[in-house]
């Protein structure tokens, strides 16, 4: 039930944005990765949000083996979490195909909806709880959606989905800090790769300084 509410509030939405917009054949593919948006929204979200706004999470729902979504599908979202230390508090974001970002009806509580195994859906619900209060650092080195989710498949992932026909691919960009408390400073974004079908999931973290993939759990 939540998955149908979820893509009707997605499709009513792109709909409304998007119904007065007439585009080009020939540009008319809305692939995107999780990177390619972040400026938009940040701009965005520095208008109708807050001025002090950082980009504190990307979460990558239901994307393809090619780490992509597809604007113009509504089974498929990069959402883009902005944090700031003024107001203390977060905000979502989704891009549009034809138009801007626009305020996201997927929250924290969506995404947790979709991680099936308690262990993960605890460490991921404790790092959300601090997204208020921390960002990604804007010279972070992290690697785009693409690469994150070739190195998740080369790591589980390709058997996980080989032996589950119906599995789902969902991805979570966090601050280092709200996984590992003991760096002292903010200044990275680590991965969480989910697998997923409706029996069973495979949950992955992807160190980006180091470049250590971590099983968080599975089933």
């Known amino acids: ?13 792109f709909y409304f944005i998007g119904c007065d917009k007439v585009t080009n054949p020939e ?15 940040l701009q965005k979200a520095r208008l109708d949000f807050a001025i002090d706004v950082k980009l504190s999470a990307i979460y990558g729902w239901n994307v393809d083996l090619n780490g992509n979504v597809d604007l113009l599908e509504t089974d498929n979202a990069f959402v883009y979490v902005v944090q700031s230390d003024q107001l203390q508090d977060n905000a979502f974001y989704v891009p549009v195909f034809a138009a801007g970002p626009i305020e996201s009806p997927i929250d ?6 979709f991680v099936k195994d308690s262990t993960a859906g ?43 026909a119906d599995a789902k691919i969902d991805l979570f960009l966090v601050p280092s800090k709200s996984i590992d408390t003991t760096l002292t400073v903010n200044n990275s974004a680590d991965w969480i790769v989910n697998f997923y079908s409706s029996s069973k999931s495979l949950v992955l973290w992807i160190n980006s300084n180091s470049g250590v993939v971590t099983k968080l759990s599975g089933n």
Do not use: E
């Not at 190195?151 to 080989?162: D, K, Q, V």
């Open 1 to 13: 039930m939540k998955k149908i509410l979820l893509t009707v509030a997605l499709l009513l939405t």
């Open 122 to 164: 605890d460490i991921l619900d404790r790092v959300f709880g601090k997204l208020s209060t921390l960002a990604i650092d804007p010279n972070a080195n992290y690697k785009d959606s693409p690469a994150t989710v070739d190195t998740a498949l080369a790591h589980g992932g390709t058997n996980f989905i080989t032996q589950n």
């Open 27 to 41: 540009d008319s593919l809305g692939n995107i990765t999780a990177k390619q948006k972040v400026d938009d929204v």
């Open 108 to 113: 924290f509580n969506t995404m947790l909806s």
